[in-house]
């Protein structure tokens, strides 16, 4: 039999790199001798590199580029598909983690970020794949664009490179410079949310209090975006501001769109391409997927009903493995492709105790599975 494993992590408790070797462990002990294809799904965030590197085979690359503060730091990016496709990972030079007691989104930037996909797209990639999340900034992607050889001014016409405080001040960009290995590069951005640039829905509103924004700076990191928005709108001739996904990450959303050329792309709609899901699963008898919570969000297309979408064509037995499921969502799943849906918490205990057990719940709950197919 062929088994693939494609779960996406159950945040705060197991990664999906351990949930692909729980199940497959499972499955040799009930099926010896199956195929099983574990592909570990990255959302964009950290680890981004590492999965798809675990799916599909590859390298990581280190470069030296800037931290959120503009100090120097050492990070990297991946390759796969024998260096045709690049991998850069938001996180791993803006994420929030890098600030640690020094959180301030009027001060971060995304330079490095600019500066990893500067490195992929010189080191000879004709893809790359950018992942959304986890940063620790709010400069609307200003940052990574200015690393890239786009151009910031203010009123007075001086240049600068805007951070979360200061996208206020910008009066005019030029995009005349930007580098050019990235002509006609394919970029695609990860992202995972719907949210716009600004306003009650938008990246500084929703995002910014975690980042260490208190409500005024909210509200003026706020007027910034909105000002960015402006100012792309006339600089490009398109208004960006209401697309969705434009105020992921800091509006870094808004930014690889503007600045990158870049195409917004449901993170498993990403994976499921690069890791050519659909060929993967002419011949599988199973798919085993899974996510912490499946809910209304899960619904919007994210991995459970990403996958189950695509098996559904191919008429393909999708069991979702999840952390918790809320009933009133579970039919909606049926309908988009899944076939059954398996919560692993076996006792009515609260997350606070069961996450503790979440290794051992997802292993009985698979036994199980496992025996009814057998």
Do not use: W
């Not at 499946?294 to 999708?318: C, F, T």
């Amino acid at each position: 039999m062929k088994f693939i494993l494609i779960p996406d992590s159950f945040k705060g408790t197991l990664s999906s790199t351990q949930i692909c070797g729980i199940i497959h462990e499972k499955v040799q002990k009930h099926f010896p001798g199956s195929e099983t294809v574990s592909v570990p799904v990255a959302d964009g965030g950290e680890g981004s590199v590492d999965a798809f590197i675990a799916a599909v085979g590859g390298e990581k690359v280190t470069v030296t580029v800037k931290n959120p503060y503009f100090e120097d730091m050492e990070a990297y990016y991946g390759l796969i598909d024998a260096g045709e496709t690049a991998v850069v990972e938001m996180a791993c030079c803006a994420g929030l983690p890098l600030v640690e007691d020094r959180k301030d989104p009027n001060l971060t930037t995304t330079y490095g970020v600019g500066q990893l996909i500067l490195a992929a797209a010189k080191s000879g990639a004709k893809k790359i794949i950018v992942g959304l999340g986890g940063s620790s900034t709010n400069d609307g992607g200003c940052g990574a664009a200015a690393a890239i050889g786009v151009k910031f001014y203010d009123k007075d016409g001086k240049e600068f490179v805007p951070t979360g405080g200061t996208t206020i001040d910008i009066a005019k960009i030029d995009l005349s410079g930007r580098d050019a290995s990235l002509k006609d590069m394919e970029i695609v951005t990860m992202c995972d949310i719907d949210n716009p640039m600004y306003g009650p829905t938008g990246a500084a509103h929703v995002f910014a209090p975690q980042k260490g924004a208190d409500e005024t700076t909210v509200l003026t990191l706020d007027e910034g975006i909105k000002n960015l928005s402006r100012v792309i709108a006339e600089t490009t001739g398109k208004d960006i501001s209401e697309v969705p996904g434009t105020g992921a990450a800091g509006a870094m959303g808004a930014g690889m769109i503007a600045f990158f050329d870049s195409r917004l792309q449901m993170g498993i709609q990403t994976v499921l391409d690069t890791v050519k899901f659909d060929e993967m699963i002419k011949d599988a008898d199973y798919i085993f997927t899974g996510e912490g919570k499946l809910d209304s969000q899960s619904l919007r297309g994210k991995v459970v009903i990403g996958i189950a979408e695509r098996a559904k064509k191919q008429s393909k037995n999708v069991i979702a493995v999840v952390g918790g499921a809320n009933d009133k969502e579970i039919d909606a799943a049926y309908e988009m492709g899944v076939t059954a849906v398996f919560p692993i918490n076996r006792l009515p205990e609260d997350f606070s105790v069961s996450r503790y057990h979440s290794e051992e719940s997802l292993a009985y709950t698979v036994d199980n599975i496992l025996r009814i197919i057998k």
